[in-house]
């Protein structure tokens, strides 16, 4: 694949979103400090009440940590994709797309920018897994890389997804508010899902976050139970759904370039 009309051009918008990002110290601060607000206070408050399946004495902050470091990479995804908004309003994206660019070359850069922020943030959040009684099995270590890497570019592909079509911040908060946040709120980061015929436990089986999170939580060293997914099979589905949001993307960005 010539060099000079993907891959460069994918680089290029990586470095630019990486470089934006850092200068932007309040979305760093958002991306971060809010999921950790989730934290400690649904921690706190949920601790006394919580009991696990099988009686196991697990806190309600060891249970929710692996679900709010998916909610740091949703939260930076959804920041990082704003600037596609902001790049068409401000006419940047209009000159990238009359270029002679791979529309692929597009949605590559956009991914990995958004992808790399939201694993370098999860990371960090990681630092706190001793107060939340989390430990990082050695022999998982590599499962969990991939489960970081798969979770955050599948986040990204879901933010950019909604945010192509958009003209205005305003309606990509409300999409995110009406259906990126309920796809997290019911993907077992918040609460074990009930198994059985119940709507809720459908609605999860048919979720591509709960594969995620279910990653994420077995890659940490919890044992798989009735309602989540194996290992393989969670990672399996992540690396689908990243595939589709890709190939998605790239289509929307072929189509809009055709009008451009």
Not at 96 to 123: E, H, M, R, S
């Amino acid at each position: 694949m010539n060099d000079t009309y993907y891959w460069r051009p994918a680089a290029a918008l990586w470095h630019r979103d990486i470089v934006r990002f850092l200068r932007q110290r309040n979305r760093i601060f958002s991306a971060l400090v809010t999921p950790l607000v989730f934290w400690v206070l649904l921690g706190a408050g949920f601790s006394p009440s919580f009991r696990p399946e099988g009686g196991g004495k697990v806190s309600y902050l060891t249970y929710f940590f692996p679900g709010t470091l998916v909610l740091i990479m949703l939260f930076t995804a959804i920041f990082s994709t704003i600037s596609v908004i902001e790049d068409r309003r401000e006419g940047f994206l209009q000159g990238v797309l009359v270029a002679p660019v791979a529309p692929g070359a597009i949605v590559l850069g956009k991914f990995l920018g958004g992808t790399t922020l939201a694993v370098g943030q999860a990371a960090l959040f990681c630092v706190l897994a001793p107060f939340a009684g989390v430990t990082f099995p050695l022999h998982l270590l590599p499962a969990l890389a991939a489960a970081f890497v798969l979770v955050g570019f599948s986040m990204t592909g879901l933010g950019f997804l909604v945010a192509w079509p958009m003209d205005s911040t305003q309606g990509f908060h409300a999409i995110m508010n009406v259906v990126l946040m309920p796809l997290w709120m019911i993907s077992g980061a918040l609460f074990p899902l009930p198994v059985g015929n119940s709507v809720i436990g459908w609605l999860g089986a048919l979720n591509p976050v709960t594969y995620g999170v279910a990653a994420i939580r077995q890659s940490l060293g919890d044992q798989p139970t009735a309602d989540m997914p194996a290992l393989g099979l969670s990672l399996a589905v992540t690396a689908g759904f990243c595939a589709a949001t890709f190939a998605a993307s790239c289509l929307l960005v072929a189509r809009r370039r055709k009008v451009a």
